[in-house]
């Protein structure tokens, strides 16, 4: 484990084996860092697929309007609990941007983006759907976790024709008091409107991860890291 830096992002990386095929770049919830994910990485039990490279980046410290303003890590702003009759639009694009140089850094180590996966949650699932709808070059798979579609009303005319047919993985507590399950629901039917090919999971959880979510995501990493 080491900590690097792109685009003056710092980041915490694991590679579970030498010279690895595959990149996950997991993005973390409003608050907390990237050491929220690292316990993921051996629960995955992927050493059937090779060597992965995963990246665990540290969201920018902002003020954060919801939280009265308190500074704290956190790819974008909150106005409101219901999180989108008001977004945090430059800030959104802010983020996006840095999520897209991750990619860049992570080619220019030898990694084509089709063996890209973009993971997220909560905030950070925001900002995986964010980036990976828009990004001119194919991923491998984007998995949402507990979050929701940001800046949706504009999604279907910003997207990039790359990534209409990567396949998106959405999982979601039916307990979640942070962001609504009906958030959940808005972003499967906004998504499968565009056409997108989504497989979504429900557990019975609060705004958090279970066993049950983890085998579910190795599955999926499985299937679309070939």
């Not at 008001?86 to 941007?97: F, N, V």
Request: net charge negative; charged share 25%; hydrophobic share 40%.
């Amino acid at each position: 484990m080491n900590d690097t830096a792109s685009n003056k992002l710092d980041a915490i990386e694991i590679e579970t084996g030498p010279q690895p095929r595959y990149s996950v770049i997991w993005l973390h919830g409003l608050g907390a860092d990237g050491n929220d994910f690292v316990p993921v990485v051996p629960e995955l039990e992927l050493g059937d697929l090779g060597p992965v490279r995963f990246i665990f980046p540290h969201a920018p410290v902002r003020p954060v309007t919801i939280n009265n303003g308190m500074a704290m890590r956190a790819w974008y702003d909150i106005y409101l609990p219901d999180l989108v009759r008001r977004e945090d639009d430059a800030g959104l694009r802010e983020s996006q941007r840095t999520v897209e140089a991750l990619i860049a850094h992570e080619n220019s180590r030898g990694i084509p983006t089709g063996r890209i996966v973009l993971a997220g949650f909560s905030q950070g699932c925001a900002m995986a759907l964010q980036t990976g709808l828009r990004h001119p070059e194919k991923l491998a798979g984007i998995i949402g976790l507990s979050g929701y579609l940001p800046l949706a009303a504009k999604a279907a005319d910003e997207r990039h024709g790359a990534n209409n047919r990567t396949p998106i993985f959405l999982a979601h507590g039916t307990m979640d008091p942070v962001v609504d399950f009906e958030r959940a629901r808005a972003t499967l039917e906004a998504l499968e409107k565009m056409g997108y090919d989504v497989r979504f999971k429900t557990y019975p959880m609060p705004h958090s991860v279970c066993l049950e979510e983890i085998h579910d995501i190795a599955a999926f990493l499985r299937e679309i890291l070939n």
